[in-house]
């Protein structure tokens, strides 16, 4: 079956201006997750909801970032007034339910360059 | 804070040549410890879950183990397709996942 897909691949705007990431899980896993990844270094933890509800989002660096998932499927990350630092691969991930030993499966990603 | 340390940074085999990747890591109540391999490009790609010291498991030349506060995997006669970026990640009973900066693998023939 499909897997994880995210929207866009590549994303560049320019510091200061408004971006949405959107990410399709796998039909039927409840829980998602957001990471940011920055070159060389390991996936960084952003928020995980389970169903429609944000069960965790200590992650998120700043009240910029916001992500949503409004019927419990696809979820969209949006950032506002980006900044240059905001440059990094945002990765998307589901899994079934989260049991906290679940596998979870990852999307390719979206880049994310700001100019 | 949760804590995962990846070593080496980098490491190049010949093919056939055995080793281990390490990842030593500090959590507030490990829930599990989890293995991905990251090609160039993609997401990673789910490997191993291990739960408690002692266990391991395997997966074609792949072998992870854990200890209390490490985790090795280790890679037995290497392909140049095992040539990726190994992560660790461990969960905490608090529900979050830290992750490390990955070893990259690369394999010559």
């Known amino acids: 079956g499909a897997g994880v897909s995210q929207t866009p691949s590549n994303k560049v705007t320019e510091k200061g201006k408004y971006v949405e990431l959107r990410c399709d899980p796998i039909s039927g896993h409840t829980a998602l997750y957001w990471y940011r990844q920055s070159l060389g270094q390991g996936p960084e933890f952003l928020i995980y909801?389970?169903?429609?509800?944000?069960?965790?989002d200590s992650g998120l660096p700043n009240d910029r970032f916001f992500a949503v998932r409004p019927e419990g499927s696809v979820s969209t990350l949006k950032i506002q007034r980006t900044e240059r630092g905001d440059s990094a691969v945002y990765l998307c991930a589901s899994s079934p339910r989260d049991t906290g030993l679940n596998e979870q499966f990852f999307g390719p990603g979206t880049r994310l360059t700001v100019l | 804070e949760d804590q995962v340390t990846q070593s080496p940074e980098a490491l190049r085999l010949q093919e056939g040549e055995s080793s281990s990747l390490n990842c030593s890591y500090t959590v507030s109540g490990l829930r599990g410890l989890f293995w991905y391999r990251q090609d160039p490009g993609k997401g990673p790609e789910f490997l191993f879950t291990l739960y408690s010291a002692g266990e391991e498991k395997e997966k074609e030349r792949l072998k992870a183990t854990l200890t209390k506060k490490e985790s090795f995997l280790h890679i037995t006669a290497p392909k140049p397709e095992d040539s990726a970026t190994y992560l660790c990640?461990?969960?905490?009973?608090?529900?979050?996942?830290?992750f490390g900066d990955g070893t990259t693998l690369t394999v010559k023939p």
């Open positions: 909801f389970q169903g429609t509800g944000a069960a965790d």
């Open positions: 990640a461990v969960r905490s009973n608090a529900g979050k996942s830290t």
